[in-house]
């Protein structure tokens, strides 16, 4: 016996297409086409308004620390008869003022940098404290000198981050 014959196929069945909407496509590519440059455009103005208002912060940020901590020296020189306690460190400085006139004092400036404390006398090569200066070295972290008396009265404009800051006997030097 022989096998049925297999059936042929069923006839192909023509299946009904969408009509597409290319007009929606290109009006998607168009609003993309002016929205890329115009978020650009925003993006380049608004970025360097940010890094620098970021820069003044942290200039205004130091200058703060600056004035507390030669507050805090001046109130410990009240207290023990002499100016400013002789310290050759940020840390010597510190345990003479932690916690009693200062609950922690800053280290670091606001780029996280390292403070600098200096202090001198009118006398030459004495010992004693009789001035003192807490210096900055600003957003690029180089000091300008490297004695803190070479430094000139002045106010910095908002710009000038990369300079230093400076506190000397209880009021700003140099800074904003």
Same mark, same amino acid.
């Given at each position: 016996?022989?096998?049925?014959? @297999?059936?042929?196929?069923?006839?192909?069945?023509?299946?009904? +297409? *969408? *009509? *597409?909407? +290319?007009? /929606?496509?290109?009006?998607?590519?168009?609003?993309?086409?002016?929205?890329?440059? @115009?978020?650009? @455009?925003?993006?380049?103005?608004?970025?360097? /308004?940010?890094?620098?208002?970021?820069? %003044?912060?942290?200039? =205004?940020? +130091?200058?703060?620390?600056?004035? +507390?901590?030669?507050? /805090?020296v001046?109130?410990?020189?009240? #207290? =023990?008869?002499?100016?400013?306690?002789?310290?050759?460190?940020?840390?010597?400085?510190? %345990?003479?003022?932690?916690?009693?006139?200062?609950?922690?004092l800053? !280290?670091?400036?606001?780029?996280? =940098?390292?403070? !600098?404390y200096?202090?001198?006398? #009118?006398?030459?090569?004495?010992?004693?404290?009789?001035?003192?200066?807490?210096s900055?070295?600003?957003?690029?972290?180089?000091?300008?000198?490297?004695?803190?008396?070479?430094?000139?009265?002045? *106010?910095?404009?908002?710009?000038?981050?990369?300079? #230093?800051?400076?506190?000397? #006997?209880?009021?700003? @030097?140099?800074?904003?």
């Amino acid at each position: 016996m022989e096998a049925p014959p @297999v059936p042929p196929p069923p006839p192909a069945v023509a299946v009904p +297409t *969408k *009509k *597409k909407n +290319t007009w /929606a496509l290109w009006l998607g590519v168009g609003c993309g086409c002016l929205l890329v440059p @115009v978020v650009g @455009v925003v993006v380049a103005i608004a970025l360097p /308004a940010y890094v620098s208002a970021m820069h %003044r912060g942290k200039q =205004h940020s +130091t200058v703060s620390d600056l004035e +507390t901590i030669s507050t /805090a020296v001046r109130v410990y020189g009240t #207290d =023990h008869d002499e100016p400013c306690p002789a310290a050759a460190t940020l840390d010597e400085l510190a %345990r003479e003022l932690e916690p009693t006139y200062i609950n922690q004092l800053p !280290r670091q400036d606001g780029w996280g =940098h390292q403070l !600098r404390y200096q202090f001198w006398s #009118d006398e030459g090569a004495s010992e004693r404290c009789l001035h003192f200066a807490v210096s900055s070295a600003g957003r690029d972290g180089v000091f300008e000198h490297e004695d803190a008396r070479d430094y000139e009265t002045r *106010k910095l404009t908002g710009s000038e981050v990369e300079r #230093d800051l400076v506190g000397s #006997d209880a009021f700003v @030097v140099q800074g904003p």
